[in-house]
């Protein structure tokens, strides 16, 4: 059964950098989109980045475009989120999904495997 694994979550100060990485377990990986979302306390799931499935194409929300940089590594199967300019507002659990086709947007129903989460807390 194949799994998301996201790691690279920690507190940072603002301003600062973090790395995400999701890594997939099983073979069935390089076939999909993959996507990055999160959940900040009392509120819903917000869509963040998405790649499609060679790394062809990539999406971002209005609020991280220019700081954050999705990217994907098929040979180790795994996608990161490369954080810059990290502020307060991007606190929350960060989750990477998977999706059920090899492009998709930002649309949470597009994805179909999600990992446990991890942490981001961004102090002012």
């Known amino acids: 059964q194949v799994q998301l694994v996201e790691s690279g979550g920690g507190l940072v100060q603002t301003g600062g950098s973090l790395r995400l990485s999701c890594a997939a377990s099983?073979?069935?990986?390089?076939?999909?989109?993959m996507g990055w979302f999160r959940q900040a306390p009392g509120k819903e799931r917000d869509s963040v980045a998405a790649i499609s499935y060679n790394g062809g194409r990539t999406y971002y929300t209005d609020s991280v475009k220019g700081r954050f940089t999705i990217s994907r590594d098929n040979a180790k199967n795994t996608v990161y989120l490369q954080m810059n300019s990290l502020k307060p507002e991007d606190t929350a659990v960060y989750y990477c999904a998977r999706a059920g086709t090899m492009i998709a947007g930002m649309d949470a129903r597009e994805y179909n495997l999600w990992g446990q989460g991890t942490q981001v807390t961004v102090s002012s």
């Open positions: 099983g073979r069935t990986f390089s076939g999909y989109a």
